[in-house]
């Protein structure tokens, strides 16, 4: 079974400045699909960022950026030039590309807060 | 706006309940899913359902069960609600397959209590 795991509960960053959420995974797939969601306090997931497994190319969403280091098993979330509407809890996600289901499996989150 | 929609955003019931949890989605989705989400224990997979009146266990399936009458509606059901199931409830629903490629869509969440 695959696991995600975000090893850091809470990260802090001051406003304008850049910041870095670290994910891991495991999984024995050579195909999938990698997300970072984010949930602000009105509780509505938004899907900041994919990342196809067999793309090299890094995912770029205006200031959100990935690092996506296949063999490393890492998919970390930069983001860029830190606004206060991004504070929030961010969710890292793996899916599988193979079968029916498409089921998420997520890890246990990261809350950011940005000082102003 | 194509969304997904959950009946509560809050619900308080008493334990021994039988609690009834709507989603319902406009996109024509053929998965659906619910997960709940706890705080330092992240998103959990209840049960989910890929055709109508199909479902499969998820990681967490003790003490609920759900339906899928139509493609639109998925429903959560606490069969016999206790203080353990307070939690946030979350909808999501996908296409399959490769056609997923962009993830779930969510609900906003119901936040029940059980007292």
């Known amino acids: 079974a695959q696991t995600v795991t975000q090893s850091q509960p809470e990260m802090s960053v001051q406003e304008a400045e850049t910041v870095t959420l670290s994910c891991t995974y495991d999984?024995?797939?050579?195909?999938?699909?990698l997300f970072w969601y984010k949930q602000p306090p009105s509780r509505q997931m938004i899907l900041v960022i994919r990342q196809e497994a067999y793309k090299q190319q890094n995912a770029t969403e205006n200031r959100f950026s990935v690092n996506f280091q296949k063999a490393a098993k890492s998919f970390s979330l930069k983001i860029s030039d830190s606004q206060l509407g991004d504070a929030a809890m961010y969710f890292c996600?793996?899916?599988?590309?193979?079968?029916?289901?498409?089921?998420?499996?997520f890890g246990k989150g990261i809350t950011l807060s940005v000082r102003p | 706006d194509v969304k997904v929609t959950q009946s509560s955003r809050y619900l308080v019931k008493r334990t021994g309940e039988k609690v009834f949890l709507e989603c319902v989605q406009d996109?024509?989705?053929?998965?659906m899913f619910w997960y709940r989400q706890d705080p330092g224990l992240g998103l959990r997979l209840i049960y989910f359902s890929y055709d109508v009146k199909m479902k499969e266990k998820g990681d967490i399936p003790e003490g609920y069960s759900v339906s899928r009458e139509k493609k639109e509606r998925f429903s959560l059901i606490l069969e016999s609600a206790s203080t353990n199931q307070t939690s946030m409830y979350l909808c999501a629903s996908s296409l399959l397959g490769r056609q997923g490629v962009n993830g779930y869509t969510f609900g906003s969440g119901t936040r029940l209590t059980v007292v």
């Open positions: 996600a793996y899916r599988s590309v193979y079968g029916a289901n498409s089921k998420l499996t």
């Open positions: 996109m024509d989705h053929e998965n």
């Open positions: 999984t024995s797939e050579s195909d999938y699909y």
